[in-house]
């Protein structure tokens, strides 16, 4: 913890910044309506205190994000120019769009004219094949835009990419107003994992969830099982091939000694070509063609009473298609169980999970909220992210 105090944005409070750029790592990918408007602007907003601290020291800010997977190329669909009008409402500055692909010149005389209620705001970084790859030429040609890196972009801190752990290698690194409070936040709760505790994982990312479920065994009293992972456990469930049982991670994880898990008793199935369009079924019902959307209406019940009684609580993921009104009952009921439970210590996170704690409760009905899904759990299970540990040993 004393390291992450030495690289904290506030030990730039005594620093002259007049004039000096600042490169702010942030994580604008926030969703969008099909029109294009802005459905969550939490991950906006919780950078603007750091945002305003280096306008008020006269620094020159610059921000870097990325929108989305445009998978190393240009995608107009994914452009930030979408969002600028909801960023500039929200941080209250003036942002210039540019393109990291232009000349040198032009990129910093660009810095170099901007007043001190104007930001520069470099286009989508995932544009450049470079920043998923990693390379610490394409780091060192970022870094070469600043005097100082801040990172504020914690839900992708997990990530070895150009602009997360590769800048600070080049110029000093500093955690924001937002990142600190995410570590320090979930830090100091973390040791409760195992006393009388329940993780709740949902969302529809399923490829590395079931891996991290499976790290969780043994840190926690129980695990309910929602989200794009139902469907793996009702196949494992309902399959009568043996052998296909027996090695299987489900098998691993529902055969375990340590950690209880819970799994949903009913579904709601999205049945689209017939009346009802949505209909439930017990999980021992559930065909391999069925789309799970939702969790049923016993699930519901059986979930809620579980987190009730618990002091700790993580969720990570909603129940289903939540922002379907026909199929967010159980993200709603999950929210609001949670909610009503004031003996716990709730910590919620990731965009999908944020973003359902506002639609149907209220942020600050959890203990923390974090901006960040596979990096705040990343960071639970081992303490660390490479974002962070790129300013540690790079801070000399």
């Known amino acids: 913890m004393n390291n992450l105090k030495d690289i904290f944005i506030e030990n730039l409070q005594p620093v002259n ?12 990918n926030v969703p969008l309506s099909d029109e294009n408007e802005l459905l969550d602007d939490t991950r906006i907003k919780t950078v603007k205190k750091t945002i305003d601290f280096l306008i008020s020291k006269k620094a020159k800010v610059i921000l870097i994000s990325h929108m989305g997977r445009p998978k190393g190329k240009p995608d107009p669909n994914l452009s930030l120019a979408k969002i600028i009008d909801s960023i500039e409402l929200i941080l209250k500055y003036k942002i210039h769009l540019i393109d990291i692909n232009q000349s040198d010149e032009f990129i910093h005389n660009s810095i170099s004219d901007i007043k001190s209620n104007q930001i520069i705001m470099f286009e989508n970084i ?33 990530r070895n990419h150009s602009s997360i752990t590769g800048i600070p290698k080049f110029i000093p690194g500093f955690m924001g107003y937002m990142m600190y409070k995410e570590f320090i936040s979930i830090s100091n709760q973390s040791s409760q994992l195992s006393n009388n505790s329940i993780c709740i994982f949902g969302g529809a990312k399923i490829s590395d969830k079931i891996q991290i479920l ?28 043996v052998s296909l049982k027996k090695n299987n991670i489900i098998h691993e994880i529902l055969n375990n000694n340590k950690t209880k898990i819970l799994i949903p008793k009913d579904v709601m199935i999205n049945n689209e070509n017939l009346k009802p369009k949505y ?58 169980a949670i909610s009503d ?31 960040g899904g596979g990096a705040f759990m990343e960071y639970i299970e081992n303490g660390t992210l490479p974002g962070i540990n790129a300013i540690i040993q790079n801070k000399n």
């Not at 544009?127 to 992708?156: H, T």
């Not at 499976?214 to 091939?241: D, P, Q, R, T, W």
């Not at 017990?282 to 019940?301: C, F, M, Q, R, S």
């Not at 809620?304 to 289903?320: A, E, R, T, V």
């Open 17 to 28: 910044l007049q004039n000096k750029k600042c490169i702010v790592r942030v994580d604008f």
């Open 126 to 158: 995932r544009f450049n094949p470079e920043e998923e790859s990693y390379s610490d030429k394409f780091s060192k040609y970022l870094s070469s835009f600043g005097d100082i890196y801040i990172n504020e972009a914690f839900a992708v801190s997990h």
């Open 214 to 241: 499976n790290n969780f065994l043994g840190k926690v009293e129980c695990i309910a099982i929602g989200g794009g992972m139902i469907k793996e456990f009702a196949h494992y469930l309902n399959s009568k091939n």
């Open 279 to 336: 209909i439930i079924k017990n999980l021992n019902e559930v065909l391999t063609e069925d789309n799970i959307v939702d969790i049923g209406p016993k699930t519901i019940d059986f979930y809620s009473n579980s987190i009730k009684n618990c002091s700790y609580i993580l969720w990570n993921g909603p129940m289903g298609i939540f922002e379907n009104p026909g199929s967010n009952k159980g993200t709603s009921a999950i929210a609001r």
């Open 341 to 371: 439970n004031n003996n716990a210590y709730s910590v919620a996170g990731g965009g999908s999970t944020v973003q359902a704690i506002n639609q149907f409760i209220s942020i600050n009905k959890i203990s923390h909220v974090s901006t």
